[in-house]
Nanobody, 123 residues
Framework: QVQLVESGGGLVQAGGSLRLSCAASGRTFSSYAVAWFRQAPGKEREFVAAISRSGGSTSYADSVKGRFTISRDNAKNTVYLQMNSLKPEDTAVYYC????????????????WGQGTQVTVSS
């Protein structure tokens, strides 16, 4: 069982930066791949980025590639999403999710979810 808590969201101007954190409970956090998804009002939840158990492999949506960086610190049971050059279209609730073993871009493949954190980018 893994419990996830996101933090770091807020209001930022276009071109600015935010760093989201996903803190996990449980001693086996390093056994889980973790991903970030986001959902804007009236839109479906979409994949943003994912990181493997060791952090050695990452995957990004095309829309954020080159602007967002996912990383993890297994000693702190935390995954981060550094978001730079933010755009108004990045406005959404951001969720972190975890699944055993391998990364995936499909939200249905993730067993554990956080409650989400709001990111709002003003133009």
């Amino acid at each position: 069982q893994v419990q996830l808590v996101e933090s770091g969201g807020g209001l930022v101007q276009a071109g600015g930066s935010l760093r989201l954190s996903c803190a996990a409970s449980g001693r086996t956090f390093s056994s889980y791949a973790v991903a970030w998804f986001r959902q804007a009002p009236g839109k479906e939840r979409e994949f943003v980025a994912a990181i493997s158990r060791s952090g050695g492999s990452t995957s990004y949506a095309d829309s954020v590639k080159g602007r967002f960086t996912i990383s993890r610190d297994n000693a702190k049971n935390t995954v981060y999403l550094q978001m730079n050059s933010l755009k108004p279209e990045d406005t959404a609730v951001y969720y972190c999710a975890a699944r055993p073993y391998y990364i995936s871009s499909g939200s249905a493949n993730y067993n554990y979810w956080g409650q989400g954190t709001q990111v709002t980018v003003s133009s």
